[in-house]
């Protein structure tokens, strides 16, 4: 009996020896989140800092218990398929950070990665899901109101500037929604009496001749569609309005920051907030199947007050009540 018992112990104690060996290969390594992202991480440092918030609404936070491994295309939408592979290549747990363009970047590269998108169109319109409440396969995320309220903006600056008739569209033909955007855009005018002239920029190098073209067509104002290509270089193109004197709306608050006259769009801070709580929410194992794609409705109208006096621009004291901030 006593030697039963001492060969049971002799491999208990063998046993245990070699437990803190196989604990220690059974360690799970720290997830690793892959955002992706068109723009230029100066650009997107507010929508950057709303994705960690909510990411630690789920319990997560970059260099505590989860790693991010940023990929940013700088403005350049062609470098997307190469960098989606590169995290792709690295095994992440999630692709996220994504908006369109480079949404449907991941998703060309992988349909068994989750991909979580932040944009401003319609997921189901551009083909990332099959439904809005049902998204099917790797892919969900968070939208806002952006790329509709184009024919919204064209009201705005003609209740600020009515003896304008002709009015410039700015559009990158790149864009996945473009000729939607234009056709939406085109209608809005019509209605509203207004000549539409189109004017395409898809580099940087193009904003220089449009803004001079502004003149010789004689625009008496500008709108900026909704793209991530025009918000990373919101600064810049509010720069040039402001050079040129153009009276111009956009639909990030950035660009009324800069110094544009006006923004009109949705919250972008809410749409990065709620892909970082989807991201978290992945990694502690739900499907993206499982989870509808989200829809933050909240419009913010920016005016910038101080870009007007520059103008010579009285803005109605109706509209003055109904934005959001108004920067002096």
Request: zero cysteines.
């Amino acid at each position: 009996m006593f030697r039963v018992r001492r060969r049971e112990f002799i491999t208990l104690i063998g046993g245990a020896a070699a437990w803190p060996l196989g604990t220690s290969a059974q360690q799970p390594t720290t997830p690793v989140i892959g955002f992706l992202n068109t723009a230029s991480p100066g650009a997107y440092t507010a929508r950057v800092r709303a994705f960690h918030q909510g990411l630690g609404e789920t319990g997560y936070a970059e260099g505590r218990n989860v790693t991010i491994a940023y990929r940013w295309a700088e403005g350049q939408s062609e470098r997307l398929p190469e960098l989606a592979a590169d995290l792709v290549a690295q095994r992440v747990a999630v692709i996220t950070g994504a908006n369109i363009a480079a949404a449907l970047a991941a998703k060309a590269v992988t349909d068994t990665i989750p991909i979580v998108f932040s944009i401003s169109v319609d997921p189901v319109e551009v083909g990332l899901v099959a439904s809005l409440n049902r998204p099917g396969r790797n892919i969900t995320g968070a939208t806002t109101l952006s790329a509709e309220l184009g024919p919204k903006r064209l009201e705005l600056l003609h209740e600020v500037i009515p003896t304008a008739s002709k009015i410039a569209f700015l559009v990158n033909p790149t864009a996945p929604i473009a000729e939607s955007l234009t056709r939406d855009m085109q209608e809005g005018a019509s209605t509203l009496g207004l000549q539409l002239h189109i004017l395409h920029a898809s580099t940087e190098h193009d904003f220089d001749t449009i803004f001079a073209t502004l003149s010789a067509i004689k625009a008496g104002a500008l709108v900026i569609s909704s793209d991530p290509f025009f918000n990373t270089w919101s600064e810049r193109l509010a720069q040039l309005a402001s050079r040129y004197a153009v009276s111009a709306i956009f639909s990030y608050r950035e660009f009324a920051a800069a110094g544009g006259l006006m923004s009109y769009g949705g919250s972008f801070m809410e749409v990065y907030r709620l892909a970082g709580v989807y991201t978290g929410r992945i990694l502690s194992g739900e499907k993206p199947a499982d989870l509808p794609v989200q829809q933050a409705t909240k419009v913010e109208l920016i005016i910038n007050l101080k870009t007007a006096r520059a103008l010579g621009i009285t803005f109605p004291l109706s509209l003055l009540g109904r934005a959001d901030e108004v920067i002096e």
